[in-house]
Nanobody, 115 residues
Framework: QVQLVESGGDLVQPGGSLRLSCATSGIIFSIYDMGWYRQAPGKQRELVAAIISSSDRIYADSVKGRFTISRDNAKNAMYLEMNSLKPEDTAVYYC?????????WGKGTLVTVSS
């Protein structure tokens, strides 16, 4: 079965940086378009970044220029480099497929941006 395990979340001050990781198993990772989602308290889950066809990257306007998505197919892993973090980036971050029905969601990793 598919397993998605997110890690790397932490408490960070505004302006700080974090690198999130997504470990996958149970899928042929390289054939899927993948993305990072987040859900802030009281809000719906939203897509913040995605890799399409292993090379094209798309970003939500709110994170463009600050976040960078990448993947390592040999390790079945995906990453999200987050810079210039803002309090509004506080959320639980998840990885999952894009452009298809999502697999079962992992537990996510909590990012808290606060002074």
């Amino acid at each position: 079965q598919v397993q998605l395990v997110e890690s790397g979340g932490d408490l960070v001050q505004p302006g700080g940086s974090l690198r999130l990781s997504c470990a996958t198993s149970g899928i042929i990772f390289s054939i899927y378009d993948m993305g990072w989602y987040r859900q802030a308290p009281g809000k719906q889950r939203e897509l913040v970044a995605a890799i399409i066809s292993s090379s094209d990257r798309i970003y939500a306007d709110s994170v463009k220029g600050r976040f960078t998505i990448s993947r390592d197919n040999a390790k079945n892993a995906m990453y999200l480099e987050m810079n210039s973090l803002k309090p509004e980036d506080t959320a639980v971050y998840y990885c999952n497929a894009v452009r298809r029905s999502p697999w079962s969601w992992g537990k996510g990793t909590l990012v808290t941006v606060s002074s």
